[in-house]
């Protein structure tokens, strides 16, 4: 049985924030008296705390106290597109090979064509979204240290998961060479030391060990978009699965330790692979740790807007239960690397595939090729994907015209089934054979029978199934770099480096630069090679 984390909360817990303290209040803000509140009246129950968990959580979806924009938490950038979610999606899909973006945006040109650098708009915004999000989780922890409720005990280590995810990205987006502070780090006028892969890898590593027992247990009903143990459990053997490329160490043993403790906790692959996609996608049994979008409570310009919105041209927007007031704008489609990841019948996309999964492809008046540069090109150069619905699987629209219900699916079971194989392929141990039949669960879920099964796999295939089943789901980018085929010329996909058929790119680019503004800033901070 899953329920929801109050969504409402996820718009009004926040009166006021600033960098170094955040108060909670309560729904009806009207009735606040905003003159009196600080940090010694804001908590007066255990409620209070919940309101400010949930600004927490809220931060990977909201973008401001108001929805869908308006008191924007972060100054100096367009609000709409200031969303932690959204730019985390934006910096690990627009910079690899399946899809495309077809507007001028601010610093997408340079996504496209690796030719980003240390100013880039949306590489500015996520790491200022880590900082803020690190720093808010720090002000939550110190205010219920030494509180003896085994409650909020709980708030507590679900508030160190949410600030390790943060740093996680840090990790895995910056290389790890980002500030750090913790709630040791007391509010005041300081600049933060600069951390560094190996450092942060272990610090991310030991809060997750240490917290897990602390978080909701997995066996037991639960608050759906709360994190539970099997999401720090996923966390971890993600932190594992990509240690080779993060730190130059092998952990992939201890990657297949932390999948089997996931796969061991109850979750199940939902039989119908659209369903995790859906604005009813609450329901599902797969989705171990969801970024929850309500069309009504939570709006906001964010990635569920993205996905649904702007996959899609007017003309089709029926199909992702777009009406009304929609406003679908077509600026994603598909790369013709990513097509051709599935199987057509003699290797011809515009047929039909077996695998079910290809079935989101639309084709009609698209062409396969993006054969001018993604920026400025036609939404029909490359197929549309209608993967991400408002819609329930009744059938029926979601609450709102525009914006969307579906949850962001971030971790899920099918993706521990294909980190177990990857991790055994990559002499983690387990089992072949318990590997193989993970593999082909997943498969027998996109094929809808046996049809598809495999009786052996290999890293490539992996890479390549991964890229089926997660599709658009913001992790090609850090797949391709573990797989040594991001940077480099021996994996080529069209307009890579800025050139039709793709270009060699360096690999200081499996990394992203410090925003020049904060070296400027913070003299403690070196930028990252490269730049």
């Given amino acids: 049985m899953k329920t929801y984390i109050d969504k409402t909360a996820y718009k009004y817990i926040v009166l006021c924030f600033s960098w170094f303290l955040a108060l909670g209040c309560t729904d009806d803000l009207d009735d606040i008296d905003t003159n009196n509140i600080n940090a010694n009246n804001a908590f007066q129950s255990t409620e209070d705390y919940l309101a400010f968990l949930g600004k927490l959580y809220g931060g990977l979806s909201l973008t401001g106290q108001e929805g869908p924009s308006g008191q924007g938490d972060l100054i100096g950038f367009d609000e709409g597109a200031s969303n932690y979610a959204r730019n985390y999606w934006n910096m690990n899909e627009f910079t690899a090979d399946a899809l495309k973006w077809r507007f001028s945006d601010s610093g997408f040109r340079e996504l496209h064509e690796h030719t980003w650098t240390a100013d880039n708009d949306v590489i500015s915004v996520m790491y200022n979204r880590i900082i803020f999000q690190v720093t ?131 979750y199940q692959l939902d039989p119908e692979y659209g369903a995790l996609f859906r604005a009813d996608n609450n329901l599902a049994q797969g989705i171990i740790f969801p970024i929850p979008h309500d069309g009504v409570q939570t709006q906001s310009f964010g990635l569920g807007f993205i996905l649904t919105n702007g996959s899609v041209s007017s003309e089709v927007s029926a199909i992702l239960g777009l009406t009304g007031n929609a406003q679908a704008f077509a600026a994603i489609s598909c790369r013709e690397e990513f097509t051709r990841l599935y199987e057509y019948p003699n ?185």
């Fill in 136 to 266: 808010q989780a720090n002000e939550f922890i110190r205010q219920v240290e030494g509180l003896e409720d085994t409650e909020i005990s709980t708030f507590r280590a679900e508030a160190r998961f949410l600030r390790a995810l943060s740093y996680y990205h840090g990790l895995e987006l910056f290389g790890g060479n980002i500030p750090f502070v913790t709630e040791d780090d007391l509010p005041g006028a300081f600049l933060p030391e600069q951390t560094n892969g190996t450092d942060l890898f272990a610090y991310i590593e030991s809060e997750l060990l240490a917290i897990q027992n602390d978080l909701l247990d997995p066996g037991q009903p639960r608050f759906y978009g709360r994190a539970d143990r099997a999401a720090a459990w996923t966390l971890l053997a993600k932190l594992y699965l990509n240690s080779e490329a993060f730190i130059g160490q092998d952990r992939f043993a201890d990657c297949i330790t932390f999948c089997e403790n996931v796969l061991g906790a109850g």
């Fill in 347 to 531: 290797d011809d996309p515009f047929q039909d595939s077996p695998d079910g999964r290809a079935a989101f492809l639309y084709k009609d008046g698209h062409s396969i090729e993006v054969p001018v540069p993604p920026i400025g090109s036609a939404f029909t150069d490359g197929f549309a994907f209608t993967k991400f619905r408002n819609m329930l699987t009744d059938g029926s629209s979601g609450q709102d015209d525009r914006q969307a219900d579906m949850d962001f699916p971030l971790f899920r079971l099918a993706d521990v089934h294909l980190m177990y194989a990857e991790a055994f392929l990559r002499g983690g141990g387990g089992s072949e054979a318990i590997a193989l039949d993970l593999v082909n669960q997943v498969r027998q879920r996109a094929y809808g029978d046996t049809s598809g099964d495999v009786t052996s796999i290999d890293l490539q295939f992996i890479l390549d199934e991964r890229g089926r089943e997660l599709s658009w789901e913001g992790q090609r980018r850090t797949d391709l770099v573990r797989f040594g085929q991001y940077t480099g010329s021996n994996y080529l996909w069209d307009w890579k480096g800025g050139a039709p058929q793709g270009a060699e790119i360096g690999e200081f680019r499996n990394i992203f630069p410090l925003p020049s503004s904060d070296l400027t800033a913070n003299p403690n901070l070196e930028q990252n090679p490269g730049y």
